[in-house]
């Protein structure tokens, strides 16, 4: 016959069970069904930026006419801003405008089905402040060294690059040589062609190169050039100050 011992030790066993189950409904119940399997944020900082931009103001360069974006931790009155295009600097006079910042959705069970994968962009509560979300993107993965070099990233020991696919979608324009506008540096460009022979040649839309449009018999494409042919475009910055250009950092 069963004691009465085994009988209490089966009901606590219940009891605690269904106290467990009862536990990971409620916490389903809330993730998914009252905080939503999606959940729309506004981002409140820059520290994403480009990629996600939080407060910021926007300005149309006197010089160039080109719009661009700055956090609203930048442009107070009295500070100055930089036009990532034509690098003219001007003065931030008030009022400013400052627009939210973009809004996203977040995606609650987005890992359930798989693990992370370096370079995504993830939410996560901050460890000093539980109520707080932070928007980052994942470079180290579990089990892994993550030391930067000279500005680069390695992850064991091994330099971690990003496939052209990402590099592409996270690229910033350093320039817009095919920007127009009738500003004081509209036809100044901070491209030059390297060599004295070069074949490079600029126009309305940027600059082009005869090498672009050529390839091989029967359409195949011609064999890269070597390391010492190879006809290159060098960047130099410049900055707009009082009305006349200057050397840029």
């Not at 931790?73 to 008030?94: F, I, K, L, M």
């Not at 693990?115 to 928007?135: G, H, K, M, N, Q």
Request: charged share 20%; proline share 9%; hydrophobic share 40%.
């Amino acid at each position: 016959m069963t004691s009465t011992r085994d009988k209490i030790r089966r009901r606590l066993r219940k009891a605690i069970e269904s106290t467990a189950m009862l536990l990971v409904a409620w916490m389903i119940c809330r993730t998914w069904f009252v905080e939503g399997l999606v959940v729309p944020l506004s981002v409140p900082s820059g520290s994403m930026a480009e990629t996600l931009l939080g407060p910021h103001c926007r300005f149309a360069c006197a010089n160039c006419g080109q719009v661009f974006a700055c956090g609203a931790d930048v442009p107070a009155p009295g500070a100055w801003r930089v036009c990532p295009c034509c690098g003219s600097v001007e003065e931030n006079t008030s009022p400013l405008s400052v627009l939210p910042g973009d809004r996203v959705l977040l995606a609650r069970p987005a890992f359930f089905r798989r693990s992370l994968r370096r370079w995504e962009i993830v939410a996560f509560r901050e460890p000093d402040r539980p109520s707080r979300l932070t928007v980052k993107r994942v470079v180290g993965l579990p089990g892994e060294s993550v030391e930067i070099r000279d500005g680069d990233v390695y992850i064991n020991g091994q330099i971690a690059r990003k496939p052209l696919d990402l590099q592409q979608e996270m690229a910033v324009p350093v320039d817009q040589a095919s920007a127009g506008g009738s500003g004081r540096g509209a036809v100044e460009s901070a491209w030059r062609p390297l060599a004295a022979e070069s074949r490079w040649t600029a126009s309305d839309k940027g600059f082009v190169h005869p090498q672009a449009a050529l390839s091989g018999e029967h359409g195949n494409p011609k064999a890269p050039l070597s390391a010492d042919r190879v006809d290159w475009l060098a960047y130099h910055p410049r900055r707009w100050v009082n009305g006349s250009p200057a050397p840029g950092p």
